[in-house]
């Protein structure tokens, strides 16, 4: 089976949409963009379909889904926010926020049997309205488990081609990693998962800590390796990113290995340039470890500071490969 394809325009799209909700409400697999990463969706509230979404990307049961809206009434039909929640929901949404929350409605193969549920309003017109003309929609980021997350159409193809039903196509992602994940049933509030919108932000109008430096990961999504390429991947953080990584290239180049080089403002055979800031890293991120996964052995990333946007691109390059100071 071939997944059908549906090319739509990212800011206009257009009745196409009711296709690949038909699908949704078939109980189908569409693969949509998000201003986060490409989602793998299902009905949320089809247990037999979000049963499909575990068994097609691979991902163990015991790591629950995140439930994306298009209106925040459709929040209280499904679960129960508080206040803290509730003004989260107001300064944040749409955008890339994860908030858990207790549940209410949600299947327990949605939530992996925990009494609370994630729930997020993308901030993509195609999203939205995919989600406006079928249902809530359960979705993890549309890649194999333990795979880079994808930021394409092509990404989405790559991984799972004969395996779901559609794929809307509407260009590259804008912010390229995935939301951040809050857990408003504690307070002061936790971040399970750094993402787009940073702590910060948040501290704003609320206290809000890392989960791991409080203890125990409450994510169940945060103990598993993720975003893996196949090629050895090695993180150097410090200043003279691109001296010390071309000299590490040589040193292995020498032993007949294929090396690329990921860096901000970089140039150069093998080098894949991230773009000039903490945006254009994080946009581009999935995107260098999958296009040098395929030519290369061993990848060197340029690491960054962990503070904003940094300390979401450090959590997923922490799970990817290996981290040394320069
Ligand atoms: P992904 O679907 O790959 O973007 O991952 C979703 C993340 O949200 C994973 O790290 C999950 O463990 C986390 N998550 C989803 N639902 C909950 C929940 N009810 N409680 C805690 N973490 C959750
Ligand atoms: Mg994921």
Known sequence: MKPRIIKTNAEKPGEEILEAAEYIKQGKLVAFPTETVYGLGADALNEKAVRRIFEVK?????????????????????????????????????GPLTLVMKNKKVPKIVTAGLETVAIRMPNHKVALKLID??????????????????????????????EIECIIDAGETIIGL???????????????????????????????????EVGTPKSPGMKYRHYAPKAELIVLVGDGF???????AKNFEKR????????????????FNLGDSLQDFAKNLFKALR?????????????????GLGKAIMNRLKKAGKIYRI
Not at 256 to 271: F, T
């Open 58 to 94: 691979g991902r163990p049961a015991d790591n629950p889904l995140i439930v994306h809206v298009s209106r925040i009434e459709q929040i209280y039909e499904i679960a129960e926010p508080n206040d803290v929640a509730e003004e989260l929901i107001e300064k944040f949404f749409p």
């Open 133 to 162: 003309y079928s249902s809530p929609i359960a979705a993890p980021s549309a890649n194999k488990s333990g795979k880079p997350s994808p930021t394409k159409a092509e990404h989405v193809l790559e991984d799972f081609n004969g």
């Open 178 to 212: 995935e939301s951040t994940v809050v857990d408003t049933t504690v307070y002061p509030l936790e971040i399970l998962r750094p993402g787009g919108v940073t702590k910060e932000e948040i501290e704003r109008y609320f206290e809000v800590r890392f989960a791991e």
């Open 242 to 248: 691109f001296e010390k990584a071309l000299e590490v």
């Open 256 to 271: 007949g290995k294929r090396v690329g080089i990921a860096g901000l403002g970089i140039k150069g055979e093998n080098c």
């Open 291 to 307: 296009e040098l996964d395929k030519k290369c052995d061993l990848i060197i990333m340029q690491g960054v500071e962990e503070k």
